[in-house]
């Protein structure tokens, strides 16, 4: 009995891993073998002499700013923003407006620290707020998103003292899908400055930091598995721009782009995208000319310690201020060493599962039948008991039943198919917690693991132990026994079927997800 469970349970999970691996993809990304030097350790800009000297180039904290409130009309709507004007700077300046990443969207919340900092130097700016009634999770465009930032452009080049020739554009991880768009759309703006730049397909850098935020965590090796199976899912009309690709935009590029990371952002390919801007950008007949600074230890904000480095805005200035000497001078790649562990490749798309309505159907369908089962059951043995109300000698009619030792299997099978989702539902979000936080704990990481396959575990033991009960009442029906029968009645054969079949369609998206890999 014990050797025939053990048999049974160890080809159920055979099975299942099997399954899990023929359902998706794998996942096995490209370490970087050739890492990009910086010629400088210093990340000051070079080529600023001519501009100091003629007063063109100043350091932020040179002037006062003057902030005001600014209305912009687009296209059937209007967006607040915040205008920065250094007071007493001259005319004929330069103008930079910035472009929000998906964090932010509102121009009193964000930019704060490098747009005054950037307007206190001689630069005026703009932080117009985030467009958002055509903005959501599932949709975007970045092309039209283009288009109303470069209203902001336009009214910049409205400001009497700035330069309508020299109005830039300063983009923020996601705003980087935007700027060159708009730089191709509108070929007066000057300059693009490309802060924290995934560069490659939102799909690929959201593999790419899960991927790094995981391997902080020191997660299992079958947890990776899950990177392409979620991060590949295409939802029907849902989810369109996770495959924008910025290569066609950055290969038109007429302007000079200044390009910043910090080498403690584990969300982006600071060098593969580095690589691919000055790649793409060359392919243009202009060759748009490209400077990368790279701060040390600054995070995605460019911020260390919750403060964004002081460098960046000086360095963002002297940049926009030097022009056009900055844009050509050396050292093109400066400041500290990047460090990027792997490439952020195309992902895999899932075979069978790739549509995330079925992930999420499954799931639902396999809740509905195991309690769809048990609940008919209860209503007809309720009805069986009401038409007996009242009756002097009912009629002798068999109770809907299954063979001793069947209900506490299947009530095990289902209730430990739910408990193994359950577990593992929360094991993901307490790792997903650790992992934005970048923090480590292994107690949750590799003991949390073990907690949710051992309750995969039990539950196919269940489910192996099942298969024997069934076995040996059939065995003692084929030996002549007529009372030996897995189920009895109609209510009986629902309840089994819709428990089995659910438990089945959860267990089937608990080994997609790697709960059933073998190994360690």
Not at 7 to 21: E, F, K, N, P, R
Not at 163 to 185: A, C, H, L
Not at 246 to 267: H, M, N, R
Not at 381 to 409: D, E, K
Request: with cysteine; aromatic share 8%.
């Amino acid at each position: 009995m014990v050797l025939r469970t053990i048999t049974s349970s160890a080809a159920i999970m055979v099975g299942l891993a099997i399954v899990g691996a023929l359902a998706g993809p794998a996942w096995d990304p490209v370490p970087v073998t050739d890492h990009l030097r910086p010629t400088a350790t210093s990340t000051e800009i070079g080529g600023t002499e001519a501009g100091v000297a003629d007063g063109r180039v100043h350091p932020p904290g040179t002037f006062k700013v003057r902030e005001t409130e600014v209305h912009i009309q687009l296209d059937g709507y209007e967006v607040g923003g915040l205008l920065r004007e250094p007071i007493d700077a001259g005319d004929d300046l330069s103008g930079l407006v910035f472009v929000h990443g998906a964090g932010t969207g509102k121009s009193t919340e964000a930019f704060l620290e490098q747009a005054e900092q950037i307007a206190s130097a001689g630069v005026v700016t703009l932080v117009p707020d985030k467009r958002l009634d055509t903005y959501t999770t599932w949709r975007r465009d970045y092309v039209a998103m283009a288009g109303d930032y470069l209203r902001s452009v336009d009214y910049l080049r409205e400001i009497p003292e700035v330069d309508p020739d020299k109005v830039g554009v300063y983009g923020e991880s996601e705003g980087t899908w935007i700027v060159p768009v708009m730089q191709v759309q509108d070929p007066r703006v000057a300059f693009t400055v490309l802060a924290s730049a995934p560069v490659v397909e939102p799909r690929r850098q959201a593999a790419f930091a899960v991927d790094n935020f995981l391997r902080n965590t020191n997660v299992p090796q079958q947890v990776f598995r899950a990177i392409p199976r979620a991060v590949g899912i295409q939802p029907p009309g849902a989810l369109g721009y996770a495959d924008f690709d910025v290569t066609p935009w950055l290969e038109k590029q007429s302007a000079p782009v200044l390009v910043i990371y910090g080498t403690g952002d584990p969300s982006m390919p600071i060098e593969q995208g580095t690589r691919q801007i000055i790649a793409d950008t060359a392919v243009g007949g202009a060759s748009a000319p490209v400077t990368a600074r790279f701060y040390e230890g600054a995070n995605h904000g460019l911020r260390v310690r919750g403060q964004v480095l002081p460098e960046v805005s000086r360095d963002v200035a002297a940049w926009i201020q030097g022009m056009p000497e900055t844009a050509t001078a050396q050292p093109h790649i400066a400041g500290a060493q990047p460090e990027q562990l792997f490439l952020a490749s195309p992902v895999p798309r899932p075979r069978w599962w790739g549509n995330g309505d079925i992930i999420i159907g499954s799931v639902l369908g396999g809740l509905a039948l195991l309690l769809v089962g048990p609940l008919v059951w209860g209503a007809a043995a309720l009805a069986r008991r009401l038409m007996a109300v009242g009756r002097a000698a009912p009629a002798a009619r068999a109770a809907p039943r299954m063979a001793r030792g069947i209900p506490p299997l299947l009530f095990g099978i289902g209730l430990g198919s739910v408990l193994t989702l359950v577990a593992l539902v929360v094991y993901l979000m307490s790792v997903a917690r650790l992992a934005l936080s970048y923090e480590q704990n292994d107690l949750v990481v590799q003991g949390g693991w073990i907690g949710v396959r051992l309750l995969g575990l039990a539950t196919v033991v269940c489910a192996a132990m099942l298969v024997g009960r069934v076995r040996d009442v059939r065995h003692a029906r084929r030996a002549g026994d007529p009372g030996a029968v897995v189920a009895a009645g109609w209510p009986a054969h629902l309840t089994l079927w819709t428990v089995l079949v659910g438990a089945v369609s959860l267990l089937l998206w608990l080994t997609y997800w790697g709960v059933f890999q073998l190994g360690i």
